[in-house]
């Protein structure tokens, strides 16, 4: 066989075998629409049962990164199809999927919870603000399209205009912000099916003029559905983040979440413990609502760190309602402190640019 980078590509793909049918992952029937390109970029969709260890795609990709020539590789995860019936017209043949740069978008974080209420959303608009507020350049796209609340939590009602073929987003505490609940009308049903969930994520994610980002961070709709799966396959993810408050119930949904982001060869940056505790506003003490410790002992069983526990704390959700995060309505606040240690520890985990991006004038 030749010593082309297609036949290395090969060679190193039926060096990854899959143990439970004890046979390489090309044999397999694993590897499909494999597109080897002539500057170096690989993408192939990978067919994982949920029999077949997660790890395979793990595997997968370091293989095919530690190839000499190989620059990019994109893999699709997606799960096998039913067999066709008998005399049933065969479907179309997939046509090499198309690998946008997104590399203007920064370090992609997604924040996620296992379920709704836990304060997602009010972790991810303060996180982006906090993260302006340290001179990064920052976007932060709602794709919670269930329950598109950012807009609201940044005072936002207008619709961002159009130049050209691209969205402009609209800004706000540094932010640049992108949502559902911007283009449609606020009280408007969100009856969504999974092929229109996933049309709206890669909108965003490409007809949106962002400009040169530091940081994007998505805040994804609870749960582990089609918003999840659409991101993690469109764009390459640094890390998830997952929100939980410290009851089991909520500690075994995000599990299950951080467990989605692993399938999906998706590193979870850690944890953060929303609701931890409560800080009364006169005298300062701390008064455990919940059970004590989900959080860090969700941090301990998935081997990641705990970023922060951010108490309740009185007033905080008018002031989310106002269109004031409570990193910026009262940054002294024990909650929008707590909120800034998260920032930090996002940071370190998430790491920056290496490169400096130019000051902007005017």
């Not at 302006?132 to 350049?137: I, K, V």
């Amino acid at each position: 066989m030749p010593n082309t980078l297609e036949a290395r590509v090969a060679g190193a793909l039926t060096n990854v075998r899959n143990p439970r049918v004890d046979n390489d992952v090309i044999s397999a029937g694993m590897v499909r629409d494999l597109v080897v390109a002539s500057d170096g970029r690989v993408s192939l969709t990978f067919v994982l049962s949920r029999d077949d260890p997660a790890t395979l795609v793990r595997d997968t990709r370091a293989a095919l990164k530690d190839l000499h020539g190989v620059t990019d590789v994109r893999i699709q995860v997606v799960e096998p199809q039913a067999p066709r019936a008998i005399g049933a017209a065969a479907p179309p043949a997939p046509s090499a999927p198309e690998q946008p740069d997104f590399g203007n978008l920064g370090r992609v974080l997604a924040i996620s919870s296992g379920k709704g209420g836990v304060g997602k959303s009010t972790v991810a608009a303060n996180l982006a603000i906090g993260l302006a507020g340290r001179g990064a350049q920052v976007g932060l796209m709602d794709a919670d399209v269930y329950g598109p609340n950012i807009p609201r939590m940044f005072g936002l009602t207008e619709k961002p205009a159009v130049r050209g073929t691209r969205i402009v987003p609209l800004e706000r505490y540094g932010v640049k912000l992108m949502s559902l609940g911007l283009l449609v009308e606020r009280d408007a049903p969100a009856i969504w099916r999974g092929p229109i969930i996933t049309k709206i994520i890669h909108q965003f994610l490409r007809d949106v003029d962002w400009g040169k980002l530091d940081y994007l961070v998505v805040d994804l709709p609870p749960g582990t559905g089609d918003a999840q799966l659409s991101l993690a396959q469109a764009v390459p993810l640094r890390g998830g983040i997952i929100v939980t408050t410290p009851q089991e119930v909520a500690i075994g949904d995000a599990l299950r979440g951080a467990k989605m982001f692993e399938r999906v060869n998706v590193p979870v940056l850690g944890i953060v413990e929303n609701m931890s505790y409560f800080a009364c506003p006169k005298c300062g003490e701390h008064t455990e609502i919940f059970l004590h410790g989900g959080g860090q002992r969700l941090a301990d069983e998935l081997g990641i760190p705990l970023l922060g526990k951010v108490p309740l704390q009185a007033g905080m959700a008018d002031l989310a309602d106002s269109g004031r995060p409570i990193v910026v309505a009262e940054p002294e606040s024990p909650a929008a402190l707590a909120l800034s240690l998260v920032v930090g520890k996002v940071v370190e985990v998430a790491g920056t640019r290496s490169v400096a991006l130019p000051i902007l004038t005017g």
